[in-house]
C-alpha cells in the first residue's frame, strides 16, 4: 500500500485546509516527484505527493501545517486505513488495532500531548509493514507540524544596544522578505518596552509579536526558545561568558545560530567543541555575522570569485568613521568590554589552534610580510596593523577552500588606515596603554569602569546615538595579488613573481551597529532560503565559507554594503 495524499477530498471532509488520504497499490521505482511537492520527505515512507491547499493559494507543510491541521491528518488516516481494513479481510484484525490507536493519539493531540508518544506505542502493536510505513509517514508529519509551527527568527537580547537596533531593522526587512520573527531576553517587561518604542519610531502594529523569557542562566529556557525559532540571532556578549549556553541549546533544538561577535577565542572554540554536533544535528552556528567580519571576509570571497588564477596573497585596509565631525561616543560599551577581554586573554588562541588545526598549511611564496608603518597609495593614508578579528575569520574560511575545495590558501594581512601620523601616535599610545592594563585584573576594573577615559572618548555606555551612527561610513579596500595562470595543485608553486593584482573595495552607511543588524538578519534570511547552498548539512563555519556560494553579497549590495572591483591588472 502506497499513501498518496492528494486535494481530492470527499465532500463531507470540513477542515480549512483540506487533505485526503488514498489507498492505492505501490507501484515500481521511485516516485514521480512534481513540482508543487515537499522533495525533503524521506522516499522510504512511499509518500508520493503531499500538497497543502489554501482556499487562496497553496503552501508547504513546513510553513503553514499546524496541530489541529495534523489533528484533521489524522482522522484522514483512520478513515482510509479503516476503509482498506474492511476491504481486506486478512490484515484487518491488525489495521483494527492501529484504527484505536490512531483515536488515542488524537485525543492525545488534542489534550496537547505530542503525537509522537501514541505513535511510539502503535508500532508495538503493528505488525503488518503496511501500517509501519503509515505510522512512519504520520510521525514525519507530526515533526514537520512542530517546525510549521516555529517563528523564522528569534533576536536573543533584544534589549541590548545591538538587539534594539536588530528588533529596528527587522520590522522593515519582515515585510521585504516575508518572514515571521519574534525577540527574546530576561525581562518580558522590558522586552515588550522595546516593542513599543520600535512602534512609534515605524508606526508598525507590533501587538503579534512573541516575546519570548530567556536568561542565559537558565539553560532550559533557552532550549526553550530555540525549539520556537529557526534562527536564533544572538546579540548578547561578551560571548566569551553568555555566547557558549545559546549556542548549545540551539544546536540541541535544532535552530540555526547567528552571532555578532569579534572574539577569535570564542569563535575558534566554538569550531572545536561543536562543529561535530552541529553537523550530526543539521545545524549551521555561523560567528562574526556584522561589521566584524563579513566585509572582510565575504569580501575576500568576491575578491576570489572575480580573481580568477591562483591567488597568493590579500591586504585589507579598513577606514571608518564620521562623515562630519560630531561630539560623542562612536562605540557602546559592550564592544569595549569585549575587546578588554580579548585581549587579557589573548594567549588562549595557540592551545585552541594547536588542537582545532593539527595539520599546518604548506609554506607559499612570496611569502606576505607584515608591515607596521607605512603609506599606502590605494588608501591614501597611514596604515599600521589592525588585531581585530578579521585577519583569524579570514584565514580560517582560506584554510576550509584549501582542505575542501583544493584552493590554494591565501595569505592575509589587515590593516587601519588614518588620514595623519599624528593619529597614529595618539592611537598607538591608547592602545598600548590598553594592551597593558587588560594584563592585570586591577587594569582591567580600571578600564571597564572609565571605558570614556581610556578609549579617547571613543566609547562610552550609553553609546552613540542614532542620528550619529546614520553619519558614519566605512570603507575597506582589499588588495589582491597572484597568477593569471592557474597551476593543477593548490600546493604546487610558481616559478615567477606574481602577474596579476586586483583591488577591491566594500563600502557602507551606518557603520557598525546599523551594518551590523543588517547584515546580521540577512545572513539569517540566507540561512532559511539558501541552506541547500551551504557546506555540508551543518556545522560551526565562518561567514565566507557558510555563504560563499548563496545570493547574501548580491543581498548585502541591495541593502547598502557595497562590493566592487576596481581594478584587475596582469603584467
Known amino acids: 500500500m502506497v499513501l498518496i495524499l492528494t486535494p481530492d477530498i470527499p465532500s463531507t471532509t470540513k477542515i480549512t485546509n483540506k487533505i485526503s488520504v488514498v489507498s492505492a497499490k505501490s507501484t515500481s521505482g521511485s516516485p514521480p516527484y512534481q513540482t508543487g511537492m515537499l522533495p525533503y520527505l524521506p522516499p522510504s515512507f512511499n509518500v508520493q505527493t503531499v500538497t497543502l491547499f489554501n482556499q487562496q493559494r497553496s503552501y508547504y507543510f513546513r510553513t503553514q501545517i499546524n496541530f489541529r491541521t495534523l489533528k484533521s491528518i489524522l482522522r484522514e488516516l483512520r ?3 479503516h476503509s482498506h481494513s474492511t476491504s481486506t479481510p486478512s490484515v484487518a484484525p491488525t489495521n483494527e488495532c492501529a484504527t484505536e490507536y490512531f483515536i488515542q493519539s488524537t485525543d492525545r493531540l488534542a ?6 508518544i501514541g505513535l511510539d506505542r502503535c508500532c508495538e502493536s503493528v505488525c503488518d509493514v503496511n501500517e509501519l510505513k503509515l505510522v512512519n509517514v504520520v510521525r514525519e508529519l507530526s515533526a514537520m507540524a512542530s517546525e510549521g509551527s516555529k517563528l523564522d527568527v528569534i533576536i536573543f537580547g533584544a534589549t541590548g544596544f545591538t538587539g534594539k537596533i536588530a528588533v529596528y531593522e527587522i520590522v522593515k526587512l519582515a515585510k521585504e522578505k516575508n518572514i515571521t520573527w519574534g525577540i527574546s531576553g530576561r525581562n518580558r517587561n522590558k522586552l515588550e518596552n522595546v516593542l513599543k518604542e520600535v512602534e512609534e519610531k515605524t508606526d508598525a502594529d507590533l501587538a503579534a509579536i512573541t516575546v519570548v523569557v530567556a536568561d542565559v542562566e537558565d539553560e532550559s529556557s533557552l532550549q526553550e526558545m530555540a525549539s520556537k525559532a529557526r534562527v536564533v540571532v544572538n546579540c548578547v556578549g561578551p560571548y566569551r561568558f553568555y555566547g557558549e549556553p545559546v549556542v548549545r541549546a540551539c544546536i540541541a533544538s535544532g535552530a540555526h545560530h547567528l552571532d555578532v561577535t569579534a572574539e577569535p577565542q570564542f569563535m575558534e572554540r566554538m569550531q572545536l567543541d561543536y562543529h561535530k554536533a552541529a553537523e550530526e544535528k543539521g545545524v549551521y552556528a555561523v560567528c562574526s ?3 566584524d567580519s563579513v566585509p572582510a571576509d565575504l569580501g575576500t570571497v568576491f575578491l576570489m570569485n572575480k580573481f580568477q588564477g591562483d591567488l597568493n596573497s590579500v591586504e585589507s585596509y579598513l ?8 561630539k560623542g561616543a562612536q562605540g557602546h560599551f559592550g564592544t569595549w568590554e569585549s575587546v578588554v577581554y580579548v585581549l ?11 588542537k582545532l588545526f593539527a595539520d599546518h598549511l604548506p609554506q607559499f611564496s612570496p611569502k606576505l610580510k607584515l608591515r607596521y608603518l607605512f603609506k599606502n597609495e590605494h588608501v591614501g593614508g597611514w596604515c599600521i596593523p589592525f588585531p581585530n578579528s578579521d585577519r583569524s575569520v579570514a584565514l580560517r574560511s582560506q584554510r576550509y577552500f584549501f582542505e575542501h575545495e583544493k584552493l590554494r590558501p591565501a595569505q592575509i594581512q589587515s590593516y587601519i588606515v588614518f588620514k595623519s601620523i599624528f593619529f597614529v601616535l595618539i592611537v598607538s599610545i591608547f592602545a598600548l596603554v590598553l594592551l597593558l592594563l587588560s594584563k592585570f585584573q586591577f587594569g582591567r576594573k580600571l578600564l571597564l569602569k572609565y571605558p570614556h577615559v581610556f578609549s579617547g572618548g571613543l566609547m562610552s555606555r550609553e553609546g552613540p546615538s542614532e542620528d550619529q551612527m546614520k553619519k558614519s561610513y566605512m570603507n575597506m579596500t582589499l588588495l589582491g595579488e597572484g597568477w593569471k595562470e592557474k597551476l593543477a595543485e593548490p600546493t604546487d608553486q610558481h616559478d615567477s613573481p606574481p602577474n596579476k593584482h586586483i583591488v577591491v573595495k566594500v563600502s557602507g552607511k ?10 546580521l538578519l540577512l545572513a539569517a534570511v540566507t540561512i532559511l532560503r539558501e541552506s541547500d547552498k551551504m557546506p555540508g548539512r551543518g556545522g560551526v563555519y565562518t561567514p565566507g565559507v557558510a555563504f560563499a556560494k548563496t545570493s ?3 543581498e ?9 572591483v576596481l581594478s584587475l591588472k596582469e603584467n
Request: proline share 4%; hydrophobic share 40%; net charge negative.
Open 79 to 81: 478513515f482510509a486505513l
Open 289 to 291: 555575522c556584522g561589521f
Open 552 to 554: 547574501l553579497l548580491e
Open 344 to 354: 587579557a586573554h589573548y594567549n588562549e588562541l595557540q592551545s585552541i589552534r594547536q
Open 556 to 564: 548585502l549590495d541591495k541593502h547598502g554594503t557595497k562590493f566592487e
Open 319 to 326: 577606514e571608518f568613521g564620521p562623515l562630519a565631525p560630531f
Open 111 to 116: 489534550a496537547n500531548i505530542d503525537v509522537g
Open 510 to 519: 551606518d557603520a557598525g551597529y546599523g551594518m551590523t543588524c543588517t547584515i
